[in-house]
């Protein structure tokens, strides 16, 4: 299946894992070169970056907000309040970017994450 529609479908991951009334859990993958839809994350989550790639991060208009390099094996923790994601984990601490936007693996690897959304 292409990633890409895959998202389209999913929401801010490839596929859902589990959900249930605390959390969802997402995989989630995208090739090299390949860019996600505009999407909004509407829940704090926190994720684990199985295979690392260096992230082009877009707002909904497509205005660049900065490159967010992700390390295989990096946990990331991300609040969301008011629009805006902040990075609340040691990797990446106080990079804020907005909570409607798009991403890109500018990498020459697969990225994959697994996500989990706290409700």
Do not use: C
Request: proline share 5%; net charge negative.
């Amino acid at each position: 299946m292409d990633t890409t529609q895959a998202n389209k479908e999913a929401g801010v991951g490839s596929r859902k894992l589990f959900e249930n009334e605390k959390i969802i859990v997402w995989d989630f993958v995208l090739r090299a070169g390949e860019e996600t839809p505009v999407h909004t994350h509407d829940h704090s989550y926190m994720w684990f970056a199985v295979q690392g790639a260096p992230l082009q991060i877009y707002d909904e208009h497509g205005n660049d907000v900065g490159l967010f390099p992700v390390p295989t094996d990096g946990v990331f923790e991300l609040k969301v309040q008011d629009g805006t994601i902040e990075v609340m984990s040691e990797i990446g601490k106080g990079v804020k970017v907005p909570a409607k936007h798009k991403a890109k693996n500018v990498g020459d690897a697969p990225y994959r994450e697994i996500l989990v959304e706290w409700k």
